[in-house]
């Protein structure tokens, strides 16, 4: 498939979006190595220092990348960046599936392949995380940022222990999002509170060693979260402002957008 040409307005960011598109298309298969320089800026109608800045912006979002004296060659035909901006876009529901996903998948490899040192840093967590605590075992107000990150400290631990690279980066990138999420949400009336018994659940089942106790602990831990958010998002929900979130009888939309509903609800 020939290159369109590229108009005059924005040229670079017009060249990166049509090189973008042609990677998407499979127009040069990962590992190819893509037209020179001179033969892009001929199919493009645009100067060389043009379709240059334009390779350079796909070599830094990760698509493409420069080897001295060989040219340039696919990386990836799927914009990293873009990626990362349609989690972002995800609605609450997404979002919240796919930290499932991932935790329940960390735990199940956790009960298989943790160490010692890994329960301890759970615990530690959970100790440091305790300390944020009110009397009545809920995050204390004016702490919630504290709470928030010991928190994650304690996810990250739970998803480090699987001891697989691919999984630990992915969780990450994500736990950032989770965290914001986290302190937004722990000031939302709408999200259901779970006890700190929960986490220390889950640590007693990877330490058993059973991946699936492990699993089903991770998911029962984020269940009443989801529920609440089911329940928000659906769409046979009642007015009453008194019922009780998860039971599809709350206000179904006042706790949605902006309210901080969101993927971490307090998942603690």
């Known amino acids: 498939m020939a290159l369109r040409a590229a108009g005059r307005q924005s040229l670079v960011d017009t060249v990166v979006a049509e090189l973008r598109a042609q990677l998407a298309a499979g127009e040069w298969p990962v590992g190819e ?23 350079r912006v796909l070599v830094h979002a990760g698509m493409l990348r420069s080897r001295q004296g060989e040219g340039t060659f696919v990386v990836a035909t799927a914009d990293p960046g ?3 901006r349609g989690v972002q876009r995800a609605d609450v529901r997404d979002v919240l599936e796919l930290r499932i996903a991932l935790e329940a998948e960390g735990a199940r490899l956790a009960a ?29 107000h004016g702490q919630y940022e504290l709470y928030a990150e010991h928190d994650i400290e304690f996810h990250v631990a739970v998803v480090d222990a699987a001891h697989n690279a691919a999984l630990s980066a992915t969780y990450g990138w994500f ?7 986290l302190v937004a949400s722990l000031h939302d009336r709408h999200m259901p509170r779970i006890h700190e018994t929960d986490h220390h659940d889950l640590v007693d089942a990877i330490e ?32 009453d402002p008194n019922a009780a979130p998860g039971t599809g009888t709350g206000t179904g939309t006042a706790a949605v957008p902006g309210t901080g509903i969101d993927p971490g609800g307090d998942t603690g």
């Open 112 to 140: 298989l392949r943790h160490t010692s040192a890994d329960l301890e840093r759970m615990r530690a967590a959970l100790a440091a995380q305790a300390a944020f605590r009110d009397p009545l075992g809920q995050p204390a």
């Open 208 to 239: 058993t060693g059973d991946p699936e106790a492990a699993e089903r602990a991770a998911r029962s831990l984020l269940a009443k979260p989801k529920q609440a958010v089911d329940a928000l998002l659906g769409t046979g929900t009642s007015t």
């Open 82 to 84: 873009e990626i990362v």
């Open 33 to 55: 190595r893509i037209p020179t320089e001179h033969t892009l800026a001929e199919q493009l109608q645009v100067g060389r220092n043009t379709v240059r800045e334009a390779v």
């Open 175 to 181: 736990s950032s999002s989770v965290r914001d999420a």
